[in-house]
């Protein structure tokens, strides 16, 4: 099992930067991609961006070229670098791990993050 512990939301406003970070601690050898989705009230949970083992990252459309996702792997953290923020951005943030066997992908609690003026 992986447990996280995630910080760094809060309110911010708009244009303005947060930095999400989450660590993961348990079975954290499986873990092959760490990310952050976003759940908004009345919507469904969208994937913002995955980091995978390797380097390789992955952002929802909404927000390639302001967020930035990076792994600290001697931490066993990931970031969310979050510039110019909008009011659309708000929602919660959840950590993610995936791992090749069941249950496939893990969940933070989760952090709120409220952009408003």
Not at 14 to 34: E, N
Not at 52 to 72: K, L
Request: proline share 4%; hydrophobic share 30%; net charge neutral.
């Amino acid at each position: 099992q992986v447990k996280f512990v995630e910080s760094g939301g809060g309110l911010v406003q708009p244009g303005g930067s947060l930095r999400l970070s989450c660590t993961a601690s348990g079975s954290i050898a499986s873990i092959y991609a760490m990310g952050w989705s976003r759940q908004a009230p009345g919507k469904q949970r969208e994937l913002v961006a995955t980091h995978i083992n390797g380097g390789a990252t992955n952002y929802a459309d909404s927000v390639r070229g302001r967020f930035t996702v990076s792994r600290d792997n001697a931490q066993n953290t990931v970031y969310l670098q979050m510039n110019s923020l909008e009011p659309e951005d708000t929602a919660v943030y959840y950590c993610s791990a995936r791992v090749p066997q069941y249950p496939y992908e893990y969940w933070g609690q989760g952090t709120q993050v409220t952009v408003s003026s």
